[in-house]
Antibody, heavy 116, light 111 residues
Framework: QVQLVQSGAEVKKPGASVKVSCKVSGYTLTELSMHWVRQAPGKGLEWMGGFDPEDGETIYAQKFQGRVTMTEDTSTDTAYMELSSLRSEDTAVYYC?????????WGQGTLVTVSS | QSALTQPASVSGSPGQSITISCTGTSSDVGGYNYVSWYQQHPGKAPKLMIYDVSNRPSGVSNRFSGSKSGNTASLTISGLQAEDEADYYCSSYTSSSTYVVFGGGTKLTVL
């Protein structure tokens, strides 16, 4: 059984960066294709990007390209999502999830608040 | 504006059946059998209820079923129960650069 445990809530100022982690247990990270989804307060789900196993590359939603970086540390089975140049509209709960198209497994979510 | 269109809300009484629609295009819902449905209770992570249009993950009640016709997918919940009250999201693989698209979500109220 896959378990995904994310890092705790963050408060950031506009213009700063945030890095959210997602620790995998039950499987190794190399056996999964990790993706990230966010949800602004009272809003719907929004796919941000993730690992495409067919191409062997990380793909990002066009909306976030240039601002988001998704990495993996296979030695610790931990995935990371870093979002830069934060603005108030980035205030949301960020989830790691796998696989992308039919996400059976989700992290508990990490609330990122962007406020001056 | 979400890529997939869902009704904002639906409601039903205990024991009744309801259907939630999810309309896309031939680039997503209509072009692939990779439609999923998620249930989300307040403050919780989404839970996969249906994948690949009509398959249920282990542990999901058979009261939940999925189907697709053309560019529209549907989630049907039969024998409504109080605990079914939640937000429901559809998603689909898409051939566009977005890769995965979601619907805007539907709030189910059990009267």
């Amino acid at each position: 059984q896959v378990q995904l445990v994310q890092s705790g809530a963050e408060v950031k100022k506009p213009g700063a960066s945030v890095k959210v982690s997602c620790k995998v247990s039950g499987y190794t990270l190399t056996e999964l294709s990790m993706h990230w989804v966010r949800q602004a307060p009272g809003k719907g789900l929004e796919w941000m990007g993730g690992f495409d196993p067919e191409d062997g590359e990380t793909i990002y939603a066009q909306k976030f390209q240039g601002r988001v970086t998704m990495t993996e540390d296979t030695s610790t089975d931990t995935a990371y999502m870093e979002l830069s140049s934060l603005r108030s509209e980035d205030t949301a709960v960020y989830y790691c999830a796998t696989p992308a198209v039919a996400a059976h497994y989700w992290g508990q979510g990490t609330l990122v608040t962007v406020s001056s | 504006q979400s890529a997939l269109t869902q009704p904002a809300s639906v409601s039903g009484s205990p024991g009744q059946s309801i259907t939630i629609s999810c309309t896309g295009t031939s680039s997503d819902v209509g072009g692939y059998n990779y439609v999923s449905w998620y249930q989300q209770h307040p403050g919780k992570a989404p839970k996969l209820m249906i994948y690949d249009v009509s398959n249920r993950p282990s542990g999901v009640s058979n009261r939940f079923s999925g189907s697709k016709s053309g560019n529209t997918a549907s989630l049907t919940i039969s024998g409504l129960q109080a605990e079914d009250e939640a937000d429901y999201y559809c998603s689909s693989y898409t051939s566009s650069s977005t890769y995965v698209v979601f619907g805007g979500g539907t709030k189910l109220t059990v009267l």
